[in-house]
């Protein structure tokens, strides 16, 4: 079945309004991701641990409800090109992730890149968009954290309208969370525009957004 992920935007004010057909969120997309804590040292038995840690804390009651496999789970691609994911590390598949997150009530995120590899250096999705979309949207996931490492001369605006119309498409539409260099802006609705910088001060953070405008006009 055909699963719809919301595009909706939850833009810092400094940022002008979305295009038409693009709907608000009604609170930015909260959860927790893998990055900043343990890096590329990510695997099944750690997103287990901290879906139930966010459940058993009450933190999903206060309305967090991503989990985000952050860089570093994919390790190759098939011979049709198709993202796999590191089978040390995920020896269950993401399909199994996916569903034992989402038994708890929450919803699962994951990570890719513009460019031909990650900042981690997995396998980006440069001239993989749409099939990663494709994928992904099959995995049941509803948010994606899409970084900008390894881009060379790749064009950032051309670059993330490739993965956002990718998507969008009726047979692919999920969550996502752009970053160029540091953060672009965040939202949600048939999925979601999201920041990398987290630990960023808010300070820190309207100056890059009000530095990005030029990716929205």
Same mark, same amino acid.
Request: charged share 20%.
């Given at each position: 079945m055909k699963r719809a992920i919301w595009i909706c935007l939850a833009l810092l004010t #400094?940022?002008?309004a979305p295009a038409a057909g693009l709907k608000l969120a009604a609170?930015?997309?909260m959860g927790w991701s893998s990055w900043?804590?343990?890096g590329c040292n990510v695997g099944e038995d750690l997103i287990k641990s901290m879906t139930h840690?966010?459940?058993s804390s009450g933190?999903?009651?206060?309305?967090?409800?991503?989990?985000?496999?952050d860089d570093c789970w994919q390790v190759s691609r098939d011979s049709s090109g198709n993202i796999l994911a590191d089978p040390k590390q995920?020896?269950?598949g993401i399909q199994a992730l996916v569903d034992y #997150?989402?038994?708890k009530g929450l919803k699962i995120g994951i990570y890719s890149d513009a460019g031909i590899r990650t900042c981690g250096g997995r396998p980006g999705s440069r001239g993989h968009e749409h099939q990663d979309a494709l994928m992904y949207a099959a995995w049941a996931v509803g948010y994606l954290k899409y970084d900008w490492c390894n881009t060379g001369t790749e064009d950032a605006r051309a670059a993330y309208t490739s993965v956002s119309d990718a998507l969008k498409a009726p047979d692919a539409r999920s969550c996502s969370a752009f970053a160029n260099g540091a953060v672009t802006s965040r939202g949600c609705g048939r999925k979601t525009l999201a920041s990398s910088g987290a630990r960023r001060a808010t300070s820190q953070i309207a100056g890059i957004a009000r530095e990005n405008t030029r990716w929205t006009g």
């Amino acid at each position: 079945m055909k699963r719809a992920i919301w595009i909706c935007l939850a833009l810092l004010t #400094v940022l002008p309004a979305p295009a038409a057909g693009l709907k608000l969120a009604a609170t930015p997309p909260m959860g927790w991701s893998s990055w900043n804590r343990f890096g590329c040292n990510v695997g099944e038995d750690l997103i287990k641990s901290m879906t139930h840690a966010i459940v058993s804390s009450g933190m999903k009651d206060a309305g967090y409800q991503y989990v985000v496999i952050d860089d570093c789970w994919q390790v190759s691609r098939d011979s049709s090109g198709n993202i796999l994911a590191d089978p040390k590390q995920f020896p269950s598949g993401i399909q199994a992730l996916v569903d034992y #997150v989402h038994s708890k009530g929450l919803k699962i995120g994951i990570y890719s890149d513009a460019g031909i590899r990650t900042c981690g250096g997995r396998p980006g999705s440069r001239g993989h968009e749409h099939q990663d979309a494709l994928m992904y949207a099959a995995w049941a996931v509803g948010y994606l954290k899409y970084d900008w490492c390894n881009t060379g001369t790749e064009d950032a605006r051309a670059a993330y309208t490739s993965v956002s119309d990718a998507l969008k498409a009726p047979d692919a539409r999920s969550c996502s969370a752009f970053a160029n260099g540091a953060v672009t802006s965040r939202g949600c609705g048939r999925k979601t525009l999201a920041s990398s910088g987290a630990r960023r001060a808010t300070s820190q953070i309207a100056g890059i957004a009000r530095e990005n405008t030029r990716w929205t006009g």
